[in-house]
């Protein structure tokens, strides 16, 4: 059973950054994609950047593009969200998700960590 740790959240100026991390355990990894969802206030949860655990492969979502990069340590089990040029409306609580290679689903959540930015 993958397990998702998230931290690095808190509260950041307009223009700033932070980089959230996502402790992973369990289970074995070369088989997963990773991603960084977000939900605002009364908004519903998006994709925001995705990346393959084996070979890397990077998506963003276009509001992001250009300011956020997902990477991820194989040898920590640990994927990154490098969040620059950080906007107000980056305000949200954010969670790491896992899942197979061969679904579409995520059925691997972290709790979630919140990220305010204030203008």
């Known amino acids: 059973q993958v397990q998702l740790v998230e931290s690095g959240g808190g509260l950041v100026q307009a223009g700033g950054s932070l980089r959230l991390s996502c402790a992973a355990s369990?289970?074995?990894?070369?088989?997963?994609?990773m991603g960084w969802f977000r939900q605002a206030p009364g908004k519903e949860r998006t994709l925001v950047a995705t990346i393959t655990w084996s070979g890397g492969t990077t998506n963003y979502a276009d509001s992001v593009k250009g300011r956020f990069t997902i990477s991820r340590d194989t040898a920590r089990y640990t994927v990154y969200l490098q969040m620059n040029s950080l906007k107000p409306e980056d305000t949200a609580v954010y969670y790491c998700?896992?899942?197979?290679?061969?679904?579409?689903?995520?059925?691997?959540w972290g709790q979630g960590t919140q990220v305010t930015v204030s203008s």
């Open positions: 369990g289970g074995t990894f070369s088989g997963l994609a």
């Open positions: 998700a896992a899942r197979r290679l061969y679904t579409t689903e995520y059925n691997y």
